[in-house]
């Protein structure tokens, strides 16, 4: 059975990009998209995901405020949140490890790199 991933991202080429390299993967693996926070949480709630891949800097509702709202809930609090970020200062790291991401990732995306941390929370 696949696991499911869903990404939180609103930049379409990055969608497209996380996409492509997941496919090309050949990764046992369901992609999900959301554009916002906000969609985010009602495909969460709908059918939460083995993994969670989330743009911190979005329209609607960002992944800052997105994340304490998933960490709190019982149906999604135990999903692995890793921050899928431009924002590559240790604040912003920092404050993410604290609501509960168990990882960061700064764009822009290395397809290896991103496809081993994957790998690895799916586990």
Not at 38 to 48: I, M, N, R, S, T
Not at 71 to 78: E, F, P, V
């Amino acid at each position: 059975m696949s696991k499911v991933v869903l990404l939180v991202e609103d930049d379409e080429d990055n969608r497209d990009l996380v996409a492509f390299v997941i496919a090309r993967s050949r990764m046992d693996v369901e992609l999900v998209l959301a554009e916002n926070g906000q969609e985010a949480l009602d495909k969460c709630f709908a059918k939460p995901p083995d993994l969670i891949l989330m743009d911190m800097q979005m329209p609607v509702m960002d992944g800052w405020n997105a994340v304490p709202i998933l960490k709190a809930d019982n149906r999604t609090k135990n999903i692995p949140i890793i921050a899928f970020t431009a924002q590559a200062k240790p604040e912003d790291k920092a404050r993410a490890r604290e609501m509960g991401c168990i990882d960061y990732y700064t764009k822009p995306m290395d397809p290896e790199e991103l496809l081993a941390l994957v790998q690895k929370y799916l586990k």
